[in-house]
């Protein structure tokens, strides 16, 4: 077991802070329901999972609050910025200064090496790591030369972690980064996610359909039907290595 280095939430400000955010797509009767009133506080520094149904929101919410989509009711908060106040040119400035992606599959660029893949990121951070550091920072010192079709899923996952963390962002925001993988490579990414987390204080959000990863958070938020319908805040937690599916 890990003891939980969580500060007691009373004491530390949220990263996120949401109220009564709904999202509706479309309108009139094909209109759906995205989400439907959350209001969610997520202190600095935690490692949140995110579960839920298929289609209960999770991926909605995560895209307006790493400032990809926009609510259509409710108001939103990354620290003291209202993400529902930004404009386009704002949230563009948010992402890339803030937000670090990680998404189910890579998207990385087949035709660039690992490390050419994380510059593509660094170029345009005010402040990132070398793609080096960056690379080592999730085991993959070896291969900064090798090609997306010469790796594993598992290293191509941790080379678009590795792309994400470049520029040091205060919040990483993953959505079923193991959704792809076995568990023998998808603990890989998740003990490099749990290493940032820990390291660097990167409040770090995980949607996955895999409840065994709840142990490793410092929080479970559970979703259904478009609202957060429970919080759960963790006294104790494994290693990613404890973690098989
Ligand atoms: N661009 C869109 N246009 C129309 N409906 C959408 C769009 N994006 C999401 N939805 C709908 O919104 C609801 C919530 O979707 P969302 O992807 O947030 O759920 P989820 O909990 O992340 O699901 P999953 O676990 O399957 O990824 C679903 O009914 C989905 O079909």
Same mark, same amino acid.
């Given at each position: 077991?890990q003891q939980?280095?969580?500060?007691?939430?009373?004491?530390?400000?949220?990263?996120?802070?949401?109220a &009564?955010? &709904?999202?509706?797509? %479309?309108?009139?009767?094909?209109?759906?329901?995205?989400?439907?009133?959350?209001?969610?506080?997520?202190?600095?520094?935690?490692?949140?999972?995110?579960?839920?149904p298929?289609?209960?929101?999770?991926?909605?919410?995560?895209n307006?609050?790493?400032?990809?989509?926009?609510?259509?009711?409710?108001?939103?908060?990354?620290?003291?910025? /209202?993400?529902?106040?930004?404009?386009?040119?704002?949230?563009?400035?948010?992402?890339?200064?803030?937000?670090g992606?990680?998404?189910?599959?890579?998207?990385?660029?087949?035709?660039?090496?690992?490390r /050419?893949?994380?510059?593509?990121?660094?170029?345009?951070?005010?402040?990132?790591?070398?793609?080096? /550091?960056?690379?080592?920072?999730?085991?993959?010192?070896?291969?900064?030369?090798?090609?997306?079709?010469?790796?594993? %899923? &598992?290293?191509?996952?941790?080379?678009?972690?590795?792309? $994400?963390?470049?520029?040091?962002?205060?919040?990483?925001?993953?959505?079923?980064?193991?959704?792809? @993988?076995?568990?023998?490579?998808?603990?890989?990414? @998740?003990? $490099?996610?749990?290493?940032?987390?820990a390291?660097? &204080?990167?409040?770090?959000?995980?949607?996955?359909?895999?409840a065994?990863?709840?142990?490793? $958070?410092?929080?479970?938020?559970?979703?259904?039907?478009?609202?957060?319908?429970?919080?759960?805040?963790?006294?104790?937690?494994?290693?990613?290595?404890?973690?098989?599916?």
């Open positions: 077991m939980s280095i969580v500060p007691d939430p009373c004491t530390v400000r949220p990263v996120f802070r949401t &009564g955010v &709904g999202k509706t797509y %479309g309108s009139g009767p094909t209109a759906v329901r995205a989400l439907d009133g959350v209001d969610l506080e997520l202190p600095e520094g935690e490692f949140v999972v995110l579960l839920g298929s289609g209960s929101g999770k991926s909605t919410l995560l307006i609050l790493g400032g990809l989509d926009r609510a259509s009711a409710g108001r939103a908060w990354f620290r003291d910025a /209202e993400l529902t106040a930004m404009s386009e040119r704002q949230l563009t400035r948010y992402r890339r200064n803030h937000v992606f990680v998404f189910q599959f890579y998207n990385l660029v087949p035709s660039l090496t690992a /050419e893949n994380v510059d593509l990121v660094t170029d345009v951070a005010p402040d990132p790591m070398t793609a080096e /550091e960056a690379l080592t920072l999730v085991g993959l010192e070896k291969r900064l030369d090798h090609f997306p079709s010469q790796m594993s %899923g &598992g290293e191509q996952q941790r080379v678009a972690i590795a792309r $994400a963390i470049a520029k040091r962002p205060g919040v990483l925001l993953c959505d079923e980064p193991t959704g792809a @993988l076995d568990s023998r490579t998808g603990t890989a990414v @998740l003990a $490099a996610l749990q290493d940032v987390n390291r660097f &204080g990167t409040t770090t959000l995980v949607i996955t359909h895999n065994g990863i709840r142990r490793m $958070a410092h929080r479970i938020v559970r979703f259904h039907d478009g609202r957060v319908a429970e919080t759960e805040v963790s006294a104790e937690r494994v290693r990613a290595e404890e973690i098989t599916w």
